[in-house]
């Protein structure tokens, strides 16, 4: 492996620019190749540099997107040659953004890397509706959970535990399966006056804010056309969405 190879899996945060670390934004500047999906959002991928490759994996080659272990031998390849990588990852690379699995292959491919965390939208997106995800009056748990529970791997969710933990719920990647998990919970005991919202493209200009109940988000949801990414909160820390959200200071 030449001296000067390596690869950073970088966390771009939420989508502000602004919400980008410092070190994301010098790594990005220096970067030989940038590797990268549509998760980190326009506004930061219009401003990656023209100096490095840039490669797009959903649309490599025309419209054909890579497949993880696609990506991972391109990753490992540019490394080879002596090249700095930077695989840049929406929010947090190791929440839900297979950075573990791409560290793994570094890892086992002997190529040195370092992983730059970033703000991840299970936080920033519903603090960027006015949220806080913990409250000492209303939940001092809080759950992350994929909306995909049957990806490869992850184990199940126990919705009755969750149902049980009167914290507050995250989901990501949770739009699509809304009607699956939301009657899952009521049927495990929530409360269906619980408050819900979800939050698309969560701190960037066109972000939306959608609020409702267990009893009624999935019809709110669907008449609203919401679509990923976007952040569903569950819990009675939504209620301060109201007091707080008003004194957003832009
Ligand atoms: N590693 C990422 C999550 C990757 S999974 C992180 O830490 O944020 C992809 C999911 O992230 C999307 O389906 C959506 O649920 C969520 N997501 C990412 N950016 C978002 C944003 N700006 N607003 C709302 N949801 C977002």
Not at 113 to 122: C, D, H, K, L, Q
Not at 132 to 156: N, Y
Not at 202 to 228: C, E, F, N, W, Y
């Amino acid at each position: 492996m030449h001296s000067s190879a390596k690869v950073y899996l970088v966390g771009s945060g939420p989508g502000d620019p602004e919400l980008l670390t410092i070190k994301a934004a010098r790594l990005i500047r220096e970067a030989d190749v940038i590797v990268y999906d549509q998760l980190p959002g326009p506004e930061i991928l219009a401003s990656l540099p023209d100096s490095a490759e840039l490669i797009d994996v959903g649309k490599y080659a025309g419209d054909h997107t890579l497949a993880q272990g696609e990506i991972n031998r391109l990753l490992v390849d540019r490394a080879s040659q002596g090249k700095t990588v930077v695989r840049l990852k929406g929010g947090d690379p190791y929440l839900f953004g297979r950075g573990g699995e791409e560290a793994m292959e570094l890892h086992e491919a002997g190529v040195p890397f370092e992983v730059v965390p970033g703000i991840t939208s299970a936080i920033a997106a519903p603090a960027s509706a006015g949220i806080p995800i913990t409250h000492r009056d209303h939940a001092s748990v809080v759950t992350i959970i994929t909306g995909h529970e049957q990806d490869k791997g992850a184990p199940m969710v126990d919705w009755e535990w969750l149902a049980q933990s009167k914290g507050t719920i995250v989901v990501l990647m949770g739009v699509s399966t809304l009607d699956k998990y939301v009657p899952e919970l009521i049927r495990c005991g929530s409360d269906p006056d619980t408050p819900v919202a979800i939050i698309e493209r969560g701190t960037r200009p066109d972000q939306v804010v959608t609020t409702g109940s267990l009893r009624t988000i999935v019809d709110v949801a669907r008449k609203h056309g919401v679509k990923a990414p976007a952040i569903v909160v569950i819990g009675d820390v939504v209620q301060l969405h109201r007091t707080i959200f008003s004194q957003k200071i832009e």
